[in-house]
């Protein structure tokens, strides 16, 4: 009798639930199984092998774009061959470049890191950019910076409101309920940054407008006035570019999620197993070493500059042959191009609900091309002699307005849903069907 009583409590010791431990207990399972976790050792090859799994099939298609974007401009294949061929090779350039720069980021830490995806977030425009400004094709770059506004957040930003909601990681919810919630305090943030973005875009183009109203106006003079207030609105942005990098990595680091969503300390010492996992999976190690992710990016951006010199090239004929403006290349062909990597990882965070994510990814990316890579350019262009101003066309203007307009109103309660994911997809083919009809201006 007595043996069975024992097995009998031995039994019930088993079958006890996790959710009836102690707290006690349940905090040394925890330390226990953080202290079993072996950190993974990472050498030449293992990063080389990540490399080339983590992104495999855009490995792939490098491969074999990349030698035949080159030998299209060699031999002279033909202008739309030769610029089909290099966008096919840049799109995977960027994915690669994009995972390069996130295990680099990993090994530097937080603030550095944040430098580095500043920096390296839109490398594919900049570089583009940067060689159409050096061959004079001023149309192109003005069209590619408000193309790339209006492709993160129309395009990029509908597809993952739209894919989120559509077909999200998590089946539980149906289909009528479903929506997805945003950081409100991350949108009105970036909300304002457009705000400051459209100011700066559109005085430029204003004071040229109200300009020519005058009596007995001059063209010349007006013209270096304009390009005069754009320089000087460049350095702005960028000074408030810079501060906003400060905001964000320094003086309000995380102090959003800490302020409005504090947790006990009870229902972490008492967290299940199941949470546990779940935050285990979200931790995120390098799995490249530091050299390699540097060699990486440095090999990466050398192709992508060679590329993109062949694409700069084959435009005017693309222009001509394809009878399109540069106008429709710059504002709707190149930003599909320069934002493929992140289309493709800002459409996969939706689907795993991660919604801040996506608004750093797209919106982000918007303010980065705004208050940086603008800047920038026109900063460069005074220096090598090329009169790139802000002073935008007044369609282009208007429609950079309203763009923001419906990307504001549609972020500003901190939710989404599939719905509003199509709003700004139908917003997109609009605006492409109303580009394709447009024709060039005089520079």
Known sequence: MATSSEEQAAKDIVSVPIDAVPSGSTATAIAAHDHSKTKKVVTIMSSLYSIWRRIIVFNILAIIFVPLGIISFVLKWGDIPTFVLNVCAIIPLAKLLDYSTDQLSMRVGQTIGGLLNATFGNAIELIVSILALRKGELRVVQASLIGSVLSNLLLVLGFCFLCGGLFPSDKSATLLDRFQLLDPDQANLNIGLLSVVFLGFIIPAAFHIASEQTIGFNAEEIASKTLSISRGTAIVLLVTYIAFLIFQLYSHRGETRVVSEPVPDVERVDAPA????????????????????????????????????????????????????????????????GNAAEHVTAVSAAMRNKMNLVISVAVGSSIQISLLVAPVLVLIGWMIGQNLSLDFEIFESVVLFVTIFVTSTLISDGRTNWLEGWMLLASYVILAIAFYYTTDVAE
């Open 274 to 337: 199941a949470a546990i996992e779940e935050e285990e999976e979200e931790e995120e190690e390098a799995e490249t070493l530091a050299i390699i992710a540097v060699g990486a990016l440095v090999c990466v951006t050398v192709v992508i500059g060679f590329c993109a010199e062949f694409l700069v090239d084959s435009l005017d004929g693309l222009a001509k042959q394809a009878s399109i403006s540069k106008t429709f290349i710059g504002i709707i062909i190149l930003p599909i191009v």
